[in-house]
């Protein structure tokens, strides 16, 4: 049996991609502790995030595409850590994936591709929060040298349950 190899295009993310992008993120909403979000949003409601991350500077927003068909497969973004200034120089890294391209190395094009992006920029830190348990984002994460600063137990609540969440720190 062979298996076909689908070409991946990482490119930064436009206004285009809002529709499949907030369907990536709903899937999480509903299925998944993944995201404490617990309720499905609009693309009208996510077009904010989408603008919060230009094509430069340390916020950055990148989509991973299927090469022929350009279906979204992912997306990396780095966010603002906190609102205070003095935070300015830190980031929270995150991925999501559609749901048939997990285990492909989509992840880690994109990490690659965000990474890279980043070297260049006023950054110190780059932080990421994996709802526990998450043995894919917990290996992805460690691969990119990032190492395990904290857990917070049991801090938030979705389908029923409360669910802690790790915290990994890289140094840029």
């Not at 049996?1 to 709903?26: F, K």
């Not at 949003?41 to 927003?61: I, V």
């Not at 285990?103 to 990474?115: D, M, Q, V």
């Amino acid at each position: 049996m062979t298996t076909e190899r689908t070409e991946v295009q990482v490119r930064s993310g436009t206004e285009g991609d809002l529709d499949a992008l907030t369907a990536i993120y709903n899937h999480y909403v509903r299925e998944t502790p993944i995201t404490f979000d617990t309720a499905v949003f609009t693309a009208e409601e996510r077009r904010s995030w989408l603008l919060s991350h230009p094509e430069d500077g340390p916020h950055r927003l990148l989509v991973a595409a299927d090469a022929d068909s350009q279906a979204t497969l992912g997306y990396a973004t780095s966010s603002p850590l906190r609102p205070k200034p003095a935070y300015a120089t830190s980031v929270e890294v995150t991925i999501y994936l559609a749901p048939d391209a997990a285990g492909r190395g989509i992840g880690t094009l994109l990490y690659k591709a965000l990474f890279e992006a980043l070297e260049g920029e006023d950054l110190h830190r780059a932080y990421a929060g994996i709802a526990l348990p998450n043995e894919a984002s917990t290996r992805l994460h460690e691969r990119f040298g990032f190492r395990h600063i904290g857990t917070y137990r049991e801090v938030g609540r979705k389908f029923g349950r409360y669910w802690d969440v790790a915290w990994y720190e890289k140094e840029l």
